[in-house]
């Protein structure tokens, strides 16, 4: 079955870090392009950040350029998002899916996605 997990979210005061990771299986992870997308409260499901096959490019929304950082691990099957100098605008539910790709690079638009986790919560507030 696949399967998507993501984790390691909460609540953190502004300024604040936390790593999120996206735990893959059911599928060939390495074929694929992994991206994190957030829900505010209210608002529509935004792209945060990419990143492609064998990691050969990046990818970042430029309200989270310089202070997040997407990175995989494919001899785990996980994908991780750094994400530091948090914001209140951070806020929201944090989604990783997967993008089954036949040219390198990835791209930011949800239709073009495969599979897709249950999300995490991410809380900034002082």
């Known amino acids: 079955q696949v399967q998507l997990v993501e984790s390691g979210g909460g609540s953190v005061q502004p300024g604040g870090s936390l790593r999120l990771s996206c735990a893959a299986s059911?599928?060939?992870?390495?074929?694929?392009?992994i991206g994190w997308f957030r829900q505010a409260p209210g608002k529509e499901r935004e792209g945060v950040s990419c990143?492609?096959?064998?990691?050969?490019?990046?990818y970042y929304a430029d309200s989270v350029k310089g202070r997040f950082t997407i990175s995989r691990d494919d001899a785990k099957n996980t994908v991780y998002l750094q994400m530091n100098s948090l914001k209140p605008e951070d806020t929201g539910v944090y989604y990783c899916?997967?993008?089954?790709?036949?040219?390198?690079?990835?791209?930011?638009?949800?239709?073009?996605?495969?599979?897709w986790g249950q999300g995490t919560q991410v809380t900034v507030s002082s």
């Open positions: 899916a997967a993008d089954r790709r036949v040219w390198s690079g990835c791209v930011l638009t949800e239709v073009e996605y495969d599979h």
């Open positions: 059911g599928f060939t992870f390495d074929y694929y392009a």
């Open positions: 990143i492609s096959r064998r990691s050969s490019s990046t």
